[in-house]
């Protein structure tokens, strides 16, 4: 393949549809494919101290309904994965964790056909609440147990894929336990 022409069109701060004419190969038919550009993303498994992991319960208009999810968002410019790891776990679910606590588990490609960004995925172990934390209007932060979380995919209540990587990442690494 190879790559003759791309255009941009920014749809929002947040969101940039990127055009691009490849040739499979000399002679052949040019061919345009389409793709989002966006800023890479940050999702965190936390566990507190308690061993219960912190979610968010809240409205997403791309599927018209409440969701139930990690502590996540997209990176701000200028922004390291791990501060926006931080940033996360602090505005959504008001808690933070130590520099030797906070760890990267992997970086993902949510759908190389279709998005040019990737998920940066952590682990928080033993986050604690931050004092004097006020929580957002429209997030609603909940502590569960690993029981609950388990029970809550399996009923497919918490059925955010790339937030089920991050979960299965941190299995596979060893970093949190389950019983399946």
Not at 1 to 22: C, D, F, K, N, Y
Not at 52 to 65: D, H, N
Not at 138 to 147: G, K
Request: charge should be negative; proline fraction near 6%.
């Amino acid at each position: 393949m190879q790559e003759i022409g791309m255009h941009e069109e920014i749809i929002s701060p947040w969101v940039t549809l990127v055009a691009r004419t490849v040739a499979s190969s000399p002679g052949r038919k040019e061919a345009v494919y389409h793709s989002i550009k966006q800023s890479d993303y940050v999702a965190v498994l936390a566990v507190t101290k308690d061993g219960e992991i912190p979610l968010v319960r809240q409205y997403r208009p791309a599927c018209g309904m409440v969701t139930l999810e990690l502590p996540s968002g997209l990176m701000e410019v200028g922004e390291t994965p791990e501060q926006c790891a931080r940033r996360e776990l602090a505005e959504e679910v008001g808690l933070e964790a130590d520099e030797p606590h906070l760890r990267r588990l992997g970086v993902l490609r949510p759908d190389t056909g279709r998005l040019e960004n990737r998920l940066w995925c952590f682990f928080a172990s033993e986050a604690r609440p931050i004092r004097g934390w006020q929580r957002e209007a429209a997030v609603e932060p909940q502590l569960v147990s690993r029981e609950q979380l388990m029970q809550a995919i399996a009923e497919g209540r918490f059925d955010h894929a790339l937030h089920i990587a991050v979960l299965g990442l941190a299995v596979f690494g060893g970093s949190f336990k389950v019983q399946v």
